[in-house]
C-alpha cells in the first residue's frame, strides 16, 4: 500500500477513486505545525542564531499527525501532494519532519489539477522536496511572527490598535491616502450642454443625444450657467447641420486567461462577490465536484499569478473553437509580457476539461458555482480567440459656429466577444450606441436643449476590485494573500464599507498615520514590494533567508524601541465622571469592539458605563415575512463579516427576517420568499433560489 497525502479533505475523495485500492489517500488538512511561541519576545524563533525557527504541532492536528504517522508506518511510499505553491511545500516539509520515516521512502508530488491524467503524472515525476520554497516560506513566517508580535502589541499599548502587518498595513495606507485625497479635492463647476435631435427613417426614428464640444476651432469647457446661457442664447433651434462623419477601425483583443487577482476583479465587478467568497468558490471547483458517479476537479490551482497556457489545453481548445465557432475565430495565445513581479509557478486559472461547458454541467453544480466556473471557462476560451472588430463614428454637428458630437459604435465582427463580456471596475462607462445613416450637409431635427450644472469628482475609494489591482500593480501581496488582506481590514475595524467602497475608521487613520510617523522606512509601498523581491529571490535559491531575515531585523529592531519611547499612549484617557459604585475616576479604554468607559480601580470594581443604544435607520417598508414589523437598516458586528450593511426586521428577536437588500414587496415567482433590490438588480433574497439562476441567464444574453 503507498499513502498519498493532500491537504485538504474535499480532495481525497477525488484522488482516492482515481488512484484505487493501491493507494491510501489522507488530508494533513492544512499546516500541521507552526511556531512556538517560546523564547525571546515569544517569536518562537532564535534571532542570535541564523533566526533558528522553533516549530511545535498544532494543538487541533495532534490526533490528525498521529493517524498520518501511523499510516506511514504501514506504507511502502508515502507521497506529499500538499498544494503546488511555498505554502503547499513548506507543509510538506513538515510533514516529512513529523512522519519521521527515512527520506528515500517520502517524495513530493505536484500537480496543477486534480484530474486522473495529472495525478498518475505527478506520481511518476516525484521528486524531493524544494528547500528554497520551503526557506522562502519560513522567511514569510517568521517576518510576519515579529512584525505582528512586536509591532502589534505596540500599537495595542499605545494606540489601541489590534495589529499590523507588513502587507496589512501597507494596503491600509492606501486606504487612508485615498480618503485624505478625497477629503483634500476642492471640486470645480462646470457645466454639461446636450441637443435632443432626431432623424426619422422607414424603420424608425432615432433620438439622438449630441453633447456640446466647443467651436469650429477649439474645445470649450463651460465654467458657468452664464457662459452656458451665452451660447444656447445663440443657438437657432433648426440648424443642426452634419458637418463632418470620421469612421475608424480598430481591434479589440481579449484579455489573458485568469490570476487570481483578476478572478476576483471580475467576480466583484459582475457579481459583488468578495474575494473571500470567490476563493471559496474557486476551491470547491479545484477540489472535485461529484458530476454524474464521479469527482472530478473542474479547474487547475486557483492560486497564480501566470497567464500561461499549456500546450494540450491550447490544443484542445483550437479544436473546440473551431468547431462551434469557425477557423475565423480562432488566434491562438497572445504573447503577454511578464511582469517582474510575476512567479510564473504554474498555469493560469482554466478549466480542466474543454468538453465541460458550463451549461453541460450546470444541474451539478450550485448558482454561485456557475457563474465562477462560467467565468473561468469562457475567459480562458476567449483569450485563445480572434480579436473583436469595431467601427467608431463620430460626427460633428455644427450650429452658428458651435460643435455638438455624436458617436457611435459598430461590431463588424464579434470575435472573443461572442463568448466573454469584460467587466467594469473603473465606474467609466462608455456611452456609445449605434448611430443611423447620416449624411454630410444633413439638417436633424431639433427636440430640445438640456443644460446640468456637473462638478469634477474627487479620486474614487477603493473597493475589493480596485485594492487587489493596485496592490497587484505594486507588487506588494501575493495570489494567497489578496482575500486574507481584505478580510483583516475589516474585521480589525480599521474600515468600513460604503456599499462595496472601504472607508478608513477614526481608528484605521490613527493606525496609519502612527505608522508613518515611526516607521515609515519599513511600512511602505517600495520597501514592501522589495521585501516580496527579496523572498522570490529566496524561492529561487539566489538568497540567503537568514541573512535577509537579519537585514530585516537590524533596521527593525531600533525602529520598535523609538516608538516604544515616544509614541504616544492614547489609552486609557482620564474623563471629569467618577464611578458610581467605587467613587474612583471613570477611564476611556478601548477594548475588541472599540472604546467603553469603564472604572480606573478595575479589577477590584468591574464598573463599565452603559452607552445608549444607537437608534437604527427605518426605511418605511413593511416586513415582508411578519408583516409587522419595519425594516431597518443595520451593521454586522460579527466575526469576519463585520461592518457588512445589511436589512432587518425592527421586531427582532421576535422576527429574525435578515435581507442582503431592500425588500421591494413583490413575492419570488419559484420559491414565493421575498425579493430584494442591491443596486440596480432585484432578485430572490434566498442566494440559492432557481429564479436568481434564470436571472443571471437573462443578464448573460442581454450582452
Not at 474645445?219 to 446661457?229: G, V
Not at 476590485?465 to 486574507?484: Q, V
Request: contains cysteine; proline residues 4%; positive net charge.
Amino acid at each position: 500500500m503507498k499513502l498519498l497525502i493532500v491537504e485538504s479533505p474535499a480532495k481525497c475523495k477525488t484522488i482516492a477513486h482515481y488512484l484505487g485500492s493501491e493507494y491510501q489517500v489522507e488530508s494533513s488538512v492544512g499546516h500541521i505545525r507552526d511556531l512556538s511561541i517560546k523564547g525571546k519576545g515569544g517569536f518562537g524563533v532564535d534571532i542570535n542564531n541564523n533566526f533558528q525557527p522553533e516549530y511545535v504541532i498544532l494543538k487541533d492536528k495532534e490526533q490528525i499527525v498521529a493517524k498520518l504517522k501511523s499510516a506511514a508506518a504501514l506504507a511502502e511510499h508515502v507521497y506529499l501532494a500538499t498544494d503546488p505553491d511555498r505554502e503547499g511545500e513548506a507543509i510538506s516539509w513538515h510533514l516529512s519532519e513529523v512522519l519521521d520515516e527515512p527520506s528515500s521512502k517520502i517524495s513530493r508530488i505536484v500537480f496543477n489539477e486534480i484530474t486522473k491524467t495529472a495525478v498518475l503524472k505527478a506520481i511518476q515525476n516525484d521528486r524531493d522536496i524544494d528547500m528554497n520554497l520551503v526557506h522562502s516560506q519560513e522567511s514569510r513566517r517568521i517576518l510576519d511572527r515579529i512584525i505582528g508580535f512586536r509591532l502589534s502589541s505596540l500599537l495595542q499599548q499605545k494606540i489601541g490598535s489590534k495589529s499590523a502587518g507588513r502587507v496589512q498595513s501597507v494596503a491600509l495606507k492606501l486606504v487612508v491616502d485615498r480618503e485624505k485625497e478625497i477629503q483634500a479635492f476642492d471640486k470645480t463647476e462646470y457645466w454639461e450642454l446636450s441637443a435632443l435631435l432626431s432623424k426619422v427613417t422607414k424603420e424608425t426614428t432615432y433620438e439622438l443625444k449630441a453633447k456640446f464640444y466647443g467651436t469650429t476651432t477649439k474645445k470649450i469647457t463651460l465654467a458657468s450657467e452664464e457662459e452656458t446661457n451665452e451660447v444656447i442664447a445663440k443657438l437657432q433651434p433648426n440648424n443642426y447641420k452634419v458637418v463632418n462623419i470620421t469612421k475608424k477601425e480598430r481591434s479589440k483583443t481579449s484579455r489573458p486567461p485568469f490570476i487570481t487577482s483578476t478572478l476576483q476583479q471580475d467576480a466583484s465587478a459582475k457579481f459583488n462577490y468578495n474575494a473571500k467568497r470567490v476563493m471559496r468558490i474557486a476551491q470547491t471547483l479545484y477540489e472535485g465536484v461529484e458530476i454524474g458517479k464521479e469527482r472530478v476537479g473542474l479547474i487547475t490551482y486557483m492560486r497564480t499569478d501566470s497567464v500561461r497556457l499549456s500546450d494540450e489545453f491550447i490544443k484542445s481548445a483550437k479544436n473546440y473553437i473551431i468547431e462551434k465557432y469557425g477557423e475565423k475565430y480562432y488566434k491562438g495565445a497572445k504573447k503577454v509580457a511578464k511582469s517582474k513581479n510575476v512567479q510564473d509557478a504554474h498555469e493560469a486559472i482554466r478549466p480542466t476539461d474543454i468538453t465541460r461547458t458550463p451549461d453541460s454541467i450546470k444541474k451539478h453544480l450550485s448558482l454561485e458555482e456557475y457563474k465562477i466556473y462560467s467565468l473561468i471557462y469562457n475567459r480562458a476560451i476567449a483569450s485563445l480567440m480572434s480579436d473583436a472588430l469595431l467601427e467608431d463614428t463620430k460626427v460633428d454637428i455644427e450650429n452658428a459656429g458651435y460643435i455638438f458630437n455624436l458617436s457611435g459604435q459598430v461590431v463588424l465582427f464579434d470575435g472573443f466577444q461572442t463568448i466573454y463580456e469584460e467587466a467594469n471596475i473603473s465606474d467609466e462607462e462608455e456611452d456609445v450606441a449605434k448611430l443611423p445613416d447620416l449624411q454630410v450637409n444633413e439638417i436633424l431635427t431639433y427636440k430640445d436643449l438640456i443644460k446640468e450644472q456637473k462638478f469634477t469628482s474627487p479620486p474614487y475609494r477603493y473597493t475589493e476590485a480596485r485594492l487587489i489591482r493596485k496592490m497587484e500593480e505594486l507588487g506588494i501581496g501575493r495570489p494567497s494573500t489578496y482575500a486574507l488582506t481584505m478580510e483583516t481590514l475589516r474585521a480589525r475595524a480599521y474600515v468600513t464599507m460604503d456599499k462595496r467602497a472601504f472607508v478608513p475608521t477614526t481608528q484605521g487613520i490613527l493606525t496609519t498615520e502612527q505608522l508613518e510617523q515611526f516607521f515609515s522606512s519599513i511600512i511602505n509601498v517600495k520597501y514592501t514590494a522589495e521585501m516580496e523581491a527579496t523572498l522570490d529571490k529566496i524561492a529561487e535559491g539566489k538568497a540567503v533567508w537568514y541573512d535577509e531575515l537579519a537585514k530585516f531585523y537590524a533596521v527593525f529592531a531600533p525602529l520598535i524601541e523609538n516608538a516604544r519611547d515616544n509614541m504616544v499612549k492614547i489609552y486609557p484617557k482620564m474623563t471629569d465622571e467618577f464611578c458610581p459604585n467605587c467613587g474612583l475616576p471613570l477611564l476611556i479604554r478601548r477594548g475588541p469592539f472599540g472604546e467603553f468607559t469603564a472604572c480606573s480601580g478595575y479589577p477590584h470594581c468591574k464598573y463599565i458605563k452603559k452607552t445608549p443604544k444607537k437608534e437604527p435607520v427605518k426605511l418605511g417598508i413593511v416586513c415582508p415575512v411578519c408583516g409587522e414589523g419595519e425594516i431597518v437598516e443595520r451593521t454586522s458586528n460579527r466575526g469576519r463579516s463585520k461592518g457588512a450593511l445589511f436589512y432587518a426586521c425592527s421586531r427582532f428577536p421576535d422576527c429574525k427576517a435578515t435581507f442582503s437588500g431592500i425588500p421591494t414587496g413583490e413575492k419570488c415567482p419559484v420559491c414565493n420568499g421575498p425579493m430584494i433590490k442591491i443596486g440596480d438588480l432585484i432578485r430572490c433574497n434566498n442566494e440559492h433560489c432557481k429564479s436568481n439562476d434564470a436571472l443571471f441567464n437573462r443578464n448573460q444574453d442581454n450582452k
